[in-house]
């Protein structure tokens, strides 16, 4: 990685964290630059505005994880097992990113609606799903269930989860947390969405 | 309701759009008492202090939500009939009060945690959802499920749906919107609760 790819990096990192930390009007072009030691010019040299960074910012994560999401909706096996893979890498990605959802959240209070460059993130993510879905039911695996309600449930739980589900041993709410928590979760999530999807809940 | 009632209400509902929107550190005592009409004594004769009148934001926000969720627990019927009831209770309510998650995660971006005002909520919601799973297990209608999780599935997707989802049609990620999107999720989340709790679906 050269010199200038490396700051590009350091400043799409440092404005994700800062963004996510107190929303697009809440943070200035010279706190990023500072948190990501670059010079106050290099946002616009590399963006050509905070506004551009902050979109690059979304393109980023939503890529990232839009190919996750991809991969593991095209790995070998049974529709129900890519399925729980698709949820493992949701969980994934919000346990070690997550500043993710807070970035969505700033532009749903600041604005009223997410933000546009999520669009094309949530179009591959219902993709990986439907494709999942067709394949199931092309082996009589899955039964005609609307991707678009199942693509919802991983994700509302698994940000959700990262949000706040998280933080419930630690308010007490869950009585011991023995670090299988988030374990457990994950594993509700995928066993919801096996029986929702699965021919054989309806006729075993 | 006499004018002291009055004020106090106003205070905490003005209170409750502007720390939804700001946060607590980014709202002043002046800018709540001006948006309700009150003098700017009025927050520490109230509560004492702005600190206590955003506790009391939460702890009226929880009251409500949580009185709510008891009542659908104790109707007559079926487990998943009250348990739909209990879905419906959330949607409703969220989408009634859309800022109400968005006060909690401006405490999760502010403090890393979400607020301790928040834990007599979920653990009354917890019971609620407790109590109807218990009571569907002694007349053998529902099978043995962690009531923790399923009220943790019921109100991660009303309120991710509340944040984010209901704007699917809006930026065009769901084709059409004739108004009947928000209903099927709603029946979607009550027909996966179902299938999960239900004893036939296993034996059926």
Known sequence: MNHQTDTRTRLITE????????????????EITRAAHANLGAVTYHFGSKRALYDAVFVSMGDDIATRLETAAAAPGSAVSRLK?????????????PEAPLLILHEVAATGAPPPALVPLIRR???????????????????????????????????????????????GVVPT????????????VVEAIRRSVHREADTP
Do not use: C, Y
Request: glycine residues 6%; without cysteine.
């Open 15 to 30: 404005a994700r964290n800062l963004f996510a930390k107190n929303g697009f009007s809440g943070v200035g072009v010279r």
């Open 177 to 188: 947390d023995d670090g299988s928590f988030a374990a457990r979760v994950e594993a509700h």
């Open 85 to 97: 893979a698709i949820v493992h890498t949701l969980f994934s990605f919000f346990r070690e990113a």
């Open 125 to 171: 993510n219902l993709q990986a799903v439907e494709r999942v879905l067709r394949e199931g039911r092309a082996h009589n695996e899955v039964r005609e269930v609307d991707p678009m309600m199942v693509a919802f449930s991983m994700i509302s739980q698994a940000v959700w989860f990262a949000l706040v589900g998280r933080f419930l041993p630690a308010i």
